[in-house]
């Protein structure tokens, strides 16, 4: 990157902060910066609150919990308990994919809530959670087990939802895990999934250790995939192909028995390090079993964690690792000519939470696009760390960007496509410039695996390159 474009991407920081009171600037100075070759981080602060009047696109711990790790276990009801509101919105947003017959045995897009009214908020919520629990009962007898994802309110009036779980799992026999994710707790959603991690932790995985299971060398887990159109099932295809054994993939289309089966891994691999870290740290505290992180995006990386996972074993499994990237090179090479000449020089700007705003680069460099801009919305310090891997001298980096920001960085950069959530996506394309939701790949996927990266690339294009831009031009410049 030359030093003309450093400095220009530091001078709009620097013009976008002087819009801010002073106070505010001076806050917000600490969450970008412009990248530089050969630091160990990205150089902006993370993981605090965000400054009130500023508006942020980050969720609660209630989406960090309910909406990523507990949601997508198929063969348990989830219950928000609270308002309706919560659950509403909270109803099927993110695709996670998941075998089973709707309310015979998976619950995955039903939303069950105990619509908590003022006079449950005066007199408590304990009696009707109980209740609620025996209605699952009577109808939904096949389920596995019952989440509780408390909203703000029963952090508030203090509902005991863990006498609750305790009673009920007694008389029910099953797993009910009190879930205290209360929304206001916390900075975003990230604390959601540290919470979640835990009751996983202490009412399925420790409590579930020492039942029989008959196990194989070559054992992992899938960590961290939510399955979002697929993804888990097209990443799975190439473990089991190069020769290891799938026993379990958290959370998307897992079911208890799946989670019971944590501590018998040989390794652990994660994909959303982010959301799931903490339980594989527990898992090889207590059970010794060792964790990597893995990135199926694009052939790149593919190959390369292929042949990285593959070193935790032996001949067997490198062999097998060989061969399947053997098999599927053709297929990735008729990709990259497909749409490579389409794509190349394109320039990107990414704005996501998890992984994506890492993982996905080298997808976008396999096309010969450029990822120009990038930043999370509920990092940590290490994610920026390992984000140095991914990203070039001079790249823009924003954590927890305000809508303004944001705006201000793609109306100055003008980039050929933005990968951002669903709260960025229309006011992105009336600003004429095309748009991929990275939060649910925009009702596409799987993006996962080289089946994924068909789709993928495919998908980059028809929003680069759709007709559509030329057709039409934002308010402001058609005037």
């Known amino acids: 990157?030359?030093?003309?474009?450093?400095?220009?991407?530091?001078?709009?920081?620097?013009?976008?902060?002087?819009?801010?009171?002073?106070?505010?600037?001076?806050?917000?100075?600490?969450?970008?910066?412009?990248?530089?070759?050969?630091?160990?981080?990205?150089?902006?602060?993370?993981?605090?609150?965000?400054?009130?009047?500023?508006?942020?696109?980050?969720?609660?711990?209630?989406?960090?919990?309910?909406?990523?790790?507990?949601?997508?276990?198929k063969d348990m009801v989830h219950v928000s308990h609270?308002?309706?509101?919560?659950?509403?919105?909270?109803?099927?947003?993110?695709?996670?994919?998941?075998?089973?017959?709707?309310?015979?045995?998976?619950?995955?897009?039903?939303?069950?809530?105990?619509?908590?009214?003022?006079k449950d908020i005066v007199f408590g919520g304990d009696k009707k959670l109980d209740k609620l629990i025996n209605e699952i009962e009577t109808l939904f007898p096949l389920n596995n087990g019952v989440s509780v994802m408390s909203e703000c309110p029963i952090g508030l009036i203090g509902d005991d939802i863990e006498a609750v779980a305790k009673k009920k799992a007694k008389e029910i026999g099953k797993v009910v895990?009190?879930?205290?994710?209360?929304?206001?707790?916390?900075?975003?959603?990230?604390?959601?999934?540290?919470?979640?991690?835990?009751?996983?932790?202490?009412?399925?995985?420790?409590?579930?250790?020492?039942?029989?299971?008959?196990?194989?060398?070559?054992?992992?887990?899938?960590?961290?995939?939510?399955?979002?159109?697929?993804?888990?099932?097209?990443?799975?295809?190439?473990?089991?192909?190069?020769?290891?054994?799938?026993?379990?993939?958290?959370?998307?289309?897992?079911?208890?028995?799946?989670?019971e089966r944590g501590s018998k891994a040989k390794l652990n691999l994660i994909h959303c390090y982010r959301s799931m870290n903490y339980i594989c740290r527990h898992m090889e505290e207590k059970y010794g079993i060792p964790w990597m992180e893995y990135n199926f995006f694009g052939p790149s990386q593919i190959a390369k964690s292929l042949r990285a996972i593959a070193e935790q074993f032996d001949d067997k499994i490198k062999d097998g690792a060989e061969r399947v990237i053997a098999k599927y090179q053709p297929m990735a090479d008729a990709i990259l000519a497909k749409y490579k000449p389409r794509l190349?020089?394109?320039?990107?700007?990414?704005?996501?939470?998890?992984?994506?705003?890492?993982?996905?680069?080298?997808?976008?460099?396999?096309?010969?696009?450029?990822?120009?801009?990038?930043?999370?919305?509920?990092?940590?310090?290490?994610?920026?760390?390992?984000?140095?891997?991914?990203?070039?001298?001079?790249?823009?980096?924003?954590?927890?960007?305000?809508?303004?920001?944001?705006?201000?960085?793609?109306?100055?950069?003008?980039?050929?496509?933005?990968?951002?959530?669903?709260?960025?996506?229309?006011g992105t394309q009336k600003m004429g410039v095309p748009f991929r939701q990275l939060h649910s790949w925009d009702y596409s996927g799987p993006y996962h695996g080289y089946d994924g990266f068909a789709i993928f690339a495919r998908d980059m294009d028809l929003a680069v390159n759709s007709p559509v831009w030329g057709l039409t031009k934002a308010p402001w410049k058609a005037a």
């Not at 109803?91 to 998941?98: G, T």
């Open 1 to 73: 990157m030359t030093v003309d474009v450093k400095a220009e991407r530091k001078a709009l920081i620097e013009e976008v902060l002087k819009e801010y009171p002073e106070k505010t600037a001076k806050k917000r100075a600490k969450h970008l910066n412009v990248y530089e070759e050969g630091k160990p981080d990205c150089g902006v602060k993370s993981n605090v609150k965000s400054i009130p009047g500023v508006m942020t696109v980050r969720g609660c711990a209630y989406a960090g919990a309910k909406g990523v790790v507990w949601g997508p276990v």
């Open 177 to 259: 895990a009190p879930v205290r994710c209360e929304g206001f707790r916390g900075v975003s959603q990230s604390l959601g999934h540290h919470i979640a991690n835990d009751v996983m932790r202490d009412y399925v995985v420790d409590k579930a250790a020492d039942k029989p299971f008959e196990g194989t060398p070559y054992d992992v887990v899938i960590v961290g995939d939510y399955n979002i159109g697929g993804d888990a099932w097209a990443s799975r295809i190439l473990l089991e192909e190069m020769g290891l054994r799938v026993i379990a993939q958290w959370s998307g289309d897992a079911s208890v028995a799946e989670m």
């Open 82 to 118: 609270g308002p309706v509101g919560c659950g509403h919105y909270s109803w099927s947003q993110r695709r996670n994919y998941s075998t089973g017959i709707t309310g015979v045995n998976s619950w995955v897009t039903m939303q069950v809530t105990s619509d908590f009214q003022e």
């Open 344 to 426: 190349e020089g394109k320039r990107i700007m990414l704005y996501v939470g998890g992984l994506r705003p890492r993982h996905v680069a080298d997808a976008y460099g396999d096309l010969g696009m450029e990822v120009i801009g990038t930043g999370y919305e509920f990092a940590h310090g290490d994610d920026y760390q390992r984000t140095t891997k991914y990203v070039k001298d001079g790249t823009l980096i924003y954590d927890d960007v305000s809508e303004f920001e944001l705006e201000k960085f793609i109306e100055r950069l003008q980039p050929d496509l933005v990968g951002s959530g669903i709260k960025e996506k229309y």
